[in-house]
């Protein structure tokens, strides 16, 4: 990828939005920032991205629970993987121009992520789902 945002190859496609148009939290952020470099590190294993959220984990994650909540991304992440046919759309968390962009699958996760904190389990089956 280009060091320069804006001369990078992302195409972006009907559903995906600007990640500022989206109410995240902190804890919501860092869900999205973990699992896109799970997500990284199946598509490009080369970049070593376990070993960088690994260790940044204890300043992703609020509370001295920053290595079970890494674990259960990686939980997501991994049934996810098993349970899709097709491939999943993520942005490089290593680019500032994707980055600043969800996808319409990185939508849906963390519209579950959201609706399991809030505790609404049919909103967070549908996003399920949908995903």
Known sequence: MSAKPNECNQRFLPGDMPISSVDLDASEFACLTAARLAFLQFAS?????????????????VGDQHAETFRRICAVVHEMRISRKNTMRFSNPRCEHCSATLTEH??????????????????????????
């Open 45 to 61: 294993p080369e970049q070593q991205c376990w070993l960088t959220v690994m260790l940044a984990s204890k300043t992703l994650f």
């Open 106 to 131: 990185e939508r849906h996760l963390i519209q579950m992520i959201q609706a399991i904190r809030r505790d609404q389990h049919s909103k967070a089956q549908i996003s399920a789902m949908l995903l």
